[in-house]
Antibody, heavy 121, light 108 residues
């Protein structure tokens, strides 16, 4: 069955870096659009980044553009989010989710359980 | 930037019908997806492409989309439907995913 498991969250100081991982099983990440979405404490969902099947089209929210980098490893069937220059406002639960197989406008049909990132001095 | 507006809260008695709206400029021209999120859990897709339901989602969940408003309708509401609900679209104009602010459904 389809499963997404995030890891790599934890405590970081402003300006530091963290790398999140999302291990996929039950499907091949290279066959789908994949995305990162975050949720600050007691707040709504905020889209972070999106990568297409080939990795040639990548999109970022304005709030993270230039600081975060999405990537994937086909051999490990995993998705990553490199987070640099962390800010206090990056504190959130980060979810990876599976998008569509064909269209970028397709829904996110499977989500991981999330990993908590806390940025504090 | 494209904005999706949801009411912060909706309350309904058990057995009644809940309607949660998602407003956006010409949202009727976009594909709208809806997610349910219960406390401490990841979101779950309940309606996609305006009105379709993933397997395993009860028929009580339905959707519509026209003009500037998309609507998630939950018929015969149960206590277990109490959750936050989010709408989602892909905005071609900005190449961004957009989520609504979320609506807390309270079952009285």
């Amino acid at each position: 069955q389809v499963q997404l498991v995030e890891s790599g969250g934890g405590l970081g100081k402003p300006g530091e870096s963290l790398r999140l991982s999302c291990a996929a099983s039950g499907f091949t990440v290279s066959d789908y659009y994949m995305t990162w979405i975050r949720q600050a404490p007691a707040r709504g969902l905020e889209w972070v980044s999106y990568i297409d099947k080939s990795g040639s089209s990548i999109f970022y929210a304005d709030s993270v553009k230039g600081r975060f980098t999405i990537s994937r490893d086909y051999a490990k069937n995993s998705l990553y989010l490199e987070m640099n220059s962390l800010r206090v406002e990056d504190t959130a639960v980060y979810y990876c989710a599976r998008g569509g197989k064909w269209l970028i406008r397709d829904p996110f049909d499977y989500w991981g359980q999330g990993t908590l990132v806390t940025v504090s001095s | 930037s494209y904005v999706l507006t949801q009411p912060p809260s909706v309350s309904v008695a058990p057995g009644q019908t809940a309607r949660i709206t998602c407003g956006g400029n010409s949202i009727g021209s976009k594909n709208v997806h809806w997610y349910q999120q219960k406390p401490g859990q990841a979101p779950v897709l309940v309606v996609y492409d305006d009105r379709d339901r993933p397997s395993g989602i009860p028929e009580r969940f339905s959707g519509s989309n026209s003009g500037n408003t998309a609507t998630l309708t939950i018929s015969r509401v149960e206590a277990g439907d109490e959750a936050d609900y989010y709408c989602h679209v892909w905005n071609d104009g900005s190449d961004h995913v957009v989520f609504g602010g979320g609506t807390k459904l309270t079952v009285l």
